[in-house]
Structures are given as C-alpha cells and as structure tokens.
C-alpha cells in the first residue's frame, strides 16, 4: 500500500501501525504524529492502523526562534 | 537605607509561573547542539524557545534530539509558530507541539505576514489567537510595535505581548523606543521584546524602557562567539532592569557640576 509521509510518497508491504511505522523508519525520541491532519495520541500510537493513501505527518522539535 | 533589589526579588511571571531570568533564548542558527546548550547555560535563559518540523526520514538517525539537549524537565519550552502565514497552520503547530511536550500550554504566537521583512499579519494573528486561547493555550503573541494592537491582544487573554524592536533577524536594535514605551506604560501583562536585538546595548535599552523581558535568537547565534555573547545578553539584561528599577536622572540640556562650588581655595 502507497501512503504520504512527510510530503512524500512511501510504498509499505504490510499494513503497519504507528509503533511499527516509527521503528521501520529508525525514528525514536519525542515525536507528534498527524494522520490526515489529525493529531494522533502517543498512546494510540501501538493500535492505530496506518491505512493506504493515508497522509502521515511525523514532527519534532528543532532549533528556532 | 534602602536596600538594593536583585535580580532574584524581582521575578517576572508568566501564565502563573515565577522565572528569575528575563532574557529568553531561541535555539535557531547554532552550529551545533552542543553550542546551543552551551549559549543557553551563558544565557541563564529559563524559557527556551523551539521550532516544529518535519523529522529527517532516513538521515542521521544519531543525530540528537533537541529536547534531549533542553530538558522539558529543566527548561521551559516555548514552541513556536515560525514559518506560518497563516492561522491555520499556526493552530496546527501548536497543537502539534502539545502533544509532542504531554499537554503543555505555553505557546510563543507568530503568524506572518511578509517574507521579506518578517513583519506579523495582524488580522491572522488575531485569529489564530482567539482560536488558541479557547483551546486553552497560554498564548505569548508576536506582534508590531502598536500600542493599541498590544493592549488589544492583552483584553484577549494573551499571556504576554511581545512587540517587535525591529524584523526578526536584523539586529537593527530598538527603533521605536517611544511605542515600545507606551506599550509597557499601558500593559499589565508581561512586556516581552522580540525581534530585533542585535548587541548588548539593545537589550539593556528595552530592559531601560521597562520591559518585562526580551525574547532573542540571532543576536547570540550569529556573533562570532555566542557563547560570550549569551553571557553578555545575560548581563546587559540584568543591567537594563536595574537601571529601570533605579529610575534614571532627567536629561538636561547643559551641563551641573557633580563637585561643590563652596569651599574652593583658588
């Protein structure tokens, strides 16, 4: 199945949910997590199921001002 | 005989909580993270200012986050709304950055207006504001200079009204000290410059005028030292508030001998 992620397009063999997502995609630490600009609890992180076609935004904290 | 306030009896006091520093510190344009966490130790900075971004998928997966470096357990983090033009992607932002700090409130506003001088667009601004604090946000708001804009921002609810000394980035120091005046006389919320501070003399100056604070990044980052620059910043702000706190004498145009006339010899 084909989803956006970060404004581009990711190709995922099996459907995966948002724990599973991260770890394929080596991120840890202190992220928020946006499906179809929808903010999506930590603590949903492991039984939300990423759909195909689904728009992901992964985001965190970085230098500004 | 009166006794000489330090900077610890004289907190500022934003959404409730007590900080003993008034300067607050960006972490933008560093070179690295360990110059930002050094440049903040200088600063004496409490409250601590970050952007929202995308993560780099599948690039430097070692690379530090930032708030390992600045602990939300230590610091306050003011996530901020840097690069948006528009109140949507403001409100976005913030409840982004919610859910990224486990509920936190306390938000530094700025919705854009113009790329080139980084100006705020005030009807947007007042939009994203509105929308913020009924999400219960404790909205810090970037604005212009505009005494009658500050004062409506404070009826709104926003915790604090951070005028701009000059565009963001430009160093060009206080330009409007007269405005920048009339805001604090007429606010009774906290007064935070932001934007604009290039050296130390512009950050004692908007301390001088009686501002509660002042909110600085390029200032320290883009000084060939930063870290000396922070120390200085820290300094010039402590400086700045003592001398406000002091009152300074009235400006006269000639001049009054400091030593007595009487009792000459010659």
Same mark, same amino acid.
């Given at each position: 199945?084909? =989803?956006? +992620?970060?404004? %581009?397009?990711?190709? +995922?063999?099996?459907?995966?949910?948002?724990?599973?997502?991260?770890?394929? +995609?080596?991120?840890?630490g202190?992220? $928020?997590?946006e499906?179809?600009?929808h =903010?999506?609890?930590?603590?949903?992180?492991?039984?939300? %199921?990423?759909?195909?076609?689904?728009?992901? %935004? =992964?985001?965190? $904290?970085?230098?500004?001002? | 005989?009166?006794? &000489?306030?330090?900077?610890? !009896?004289?907190?500022?006091?934003?959404?409730e909580?007590?900080?003993?520093? *008034?300067?607050?510190?960006?972490?933008?344009?560093?070179?690295?993270?360990?110059?930002?966490g050094?440049?903040? #130790?200088?600063?004496?900075?409490?409250?601590?200012? /970050?952007?929202? *971004?995308?993560?780099?998928?599948?690039?430097?997966?070692?690379?530090?986050?930032?708030?390992?470096?600045?602990?939300?357990?230590?610091?306050?983090?003011?996530?901020?709304?840097?690069?948006?033009?528009?109140?949507?992607?403001?409100?976005?932002?913030?409840?982004?950055?919610?859910?990224?700090?486990? #509920?936190?409130?306390?938000?530094?506003?700025? &919705?854009?207006?113009? !790329?080139?001088?980084?100006?705020?667009?005030?009807?947007?601004?007042?939009?994203?504001?509105?929308?913020?604090?009924?999400?219960?946000?404790?909205?810090m &708001?970037?604005?212009?200079?505009?005494? /009658?804009?500050?004062? *409506? @921002?404070?009826?709104?609810?926003?915790?604090?009204?951070?005028?701009?000394?000059?565009?963001? #980035?430009?160093?060009? #120091?206080?330009?409007?000290?007269?405005?920048?005046?009339?805001?604090?006389?007429?606010?009774?919320?906290?007064?935070? /410059?932001?934007?604009?501070?290039?050296?130390?003399?512009?950050?004692?100056?908007?301390?001088?005028?009686g501002?509660?604070?002042?909110?600085?990044?390029?200032? /320290?980052?883009?000084?060939?030292?930063?870290?000396?620059?922070?120390?200085?910043?820290?300094?010039?702000i402590?400086?700045?508030?003592?001398?406000?706190?002091?009152? *300074?004498?009235?400006?006269?145009?000639?001049?009054?001998?400091?030593?007595?006339?009487?009792?000459? @010899? @010659?």
């Amino acid at each position: 199945m084909q =989803i956006t +992620l970060n404004g %581009e397009s990711l190709v +995922l063999e099996n459907s995966v949910n948002i724990v599973q997502l991260l770890s394929k +995609l080596e991120l840890s630490g202190r992220l $928020a997590v946006e499906v179809n600009q929808h =903010i999506i609890p930590r603590s949903l992180f492991s039984t939300y %199921e990423i759909e195909s076609g689904d728009n992901v %935004e =992964i985001v965190e $904290a970085i230098g500004g001002g | 005989m009166a006794t &000489v306030k330090n900077t610890l !009896e004289d907190p500022v006091v934003i959404a409730e909580k007590v900080y003993t520093s *008034r300067l607050l510190l960006g972490t933008g344009k560093y070179k690295d993270m360990e110059e930002t966490g050094l440049a903040i #130790g200088a600063s004496g900075s409490q409250i601590i200012t /970050v952007a929202i *971004r995308r993560s780099n998928i599948g690039q430097n997966p070692d690379e530090p986050n930032l708030l390992d470096v600045i602990s939300p357990e230590k610091y306050t983090i003011l996530p901020n709304t840097a690069g948006c033009y528009d109140a949507d992607s403001a409100i976005r932002t913030c409840l982004l950055a919610r859910e990224l700090l486990d #509920g936190h409130k306390l938000i530094k506003l700025e &919705v854009l207006g113009d !790329e080139k001088t980084l100006f705020p667009d005030i009807p947007a601004t007042i939009i994203a504001a509105e929308a913020l604090i009924k999400e219960d946000f404790d909205v810090m &708001v970037y604005t212009n200079d505009d005494p /009658v804009m500050a004062k *409506r @921002f404070e009826e709104m609810g926003c915790v604090a009204v951070m005028p701009l000394a000059a565009p963001i #980035g430009s160093g060009l #120091g206080i330009r409007n000290p007269y405005n920048i005046r009339t805001i604090v006389e007429n606010a009774s919320v906290p007064i935070i /410059v932001d934007a604009g501070v290039g050296t130390a003399s512009d950050a004692a100056i908007a301390m001088e005028l009686g501002c509660d604070g002042v909110l600085m990044n390029t200032a /320290v980052a883009e000084a060939k030292n930063p870290v000396l620059m922070a120390s200085a910043m820290k300094k010039a702000i402590e400086a700045g508030r003592e001398a406000f706190l002091a009152g *300074r004498m009235p400006r006269r145009a000639y001049a009054s001998a400091s030593s007595p006339i009487d009792g000459t @010899f @010659f």
